[in-house]
């Protein structure tokens, strides 16, 4: 014969869920900060490796 189930059971799964459940979020913030960084970085990269622009580029007419 199997025990009834008694209410702290079905508290302490609840609690589990909740605890599952506010985890997405920080995940989902987590992916976003991460390719937030690697955007910057990839911008300091192209810039920083830029080459020069010409003066007569930037001083002649169009």
Do not use: C
């Not at 920080?26 to 960084?37: A, S």
């Not at 990839?42 to 920083?48: E, K, L, N, R």
Request: net charge negative.
């Amino acid at each position: 014969m199997t025990p009834e189930p008694t209410r702290a059971e079905p508290e302490a799964s609840e609690e589990a869920g909740r605890v599952r459940f506010r985890l997405w979020p920080v995940i989902i913030t987590l992916g976003l900060v991460l390719v937030v960084v690697v955007n910057a970085v990839f911008i300091y990269i192209a810039v920083s490796g830029a080459d020069d622009v010409v003066p007569s580029y930037r001083t002649e007419e169009r």
